[in-house]
C-alpha cells in the first residue's frame, strides 16, 4: 500500500508524493501526506465507489432504452413497464450518488 498525499487546495489525493498537482496545479509543498487509517480509508472503499460509479452508469443505460421504449409506444402495456423501469433506474441512480456522497464525506473517496 503505497502512502497517499491529499492536494490541500483541490483535495486531488496522490498515490506517492506528487511533484505537481495533477488536477489544479499547485506545486508538491502544497500536499499534506495522509495518516495510515486515512489511507485505509480510500483504499479500503476503492472498490465500492468503482462499483456504485459502475451501478450509476447501468442505470442511465437503462434510463435511455427505457426511453426508447416508451417512445416506440408499442403498446400501453409496454410503455407503462418501460415508465416503471426509468423510474426505478432513477432510484437505483439516486441510490448510489446517495452512498457516494456519504462516502466522500466521511473520506472514503
Ligand atoms: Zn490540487
New binding site residues.
Given amino acids: 500500500m503505497k502512502k497517499l498525499f491529499k ?1 490541500t ?2 483535495g ?1 489525493v496522490s498515490e506517492g508524493a506528487p511533484v505537481k ?1 495533477p ?2 496545479g ?1 506545486d508538491e509543498n ?1 500536499f499534506e501526506e495522509l495518516s495510515s487509517e486515512a489511507s485505509e480509508k480510500i483504499y479500503r472503499s476503492n472498490k465500492s465507489n468503482d462499483i456504485h460509479i459502475e451501478i450509476i452508469a447501468l442505470a442511465e443505460k437503462i434510463a435511455f432504452l427505457s426511453q426508447e421504449g416508451i417512445d416506440d409506444n408499442l403498446d400501453p402495456k409496454c410503455v407503462s413497464a418501460f415508465t416503471q423501469a426509468k423510474n426505478e433506474a432513477w432510484t437505483i441512480k439516486q441510490r448510489s450518488k446517495a452512498e457516494l456522497a456519504g462516502h466522500m464525506s466521511l473520506g472514503k473517496w
Fill in positions: 492536494c487546495v483541490c486531488y498537482c488536477k489544479c499547485v502544497k
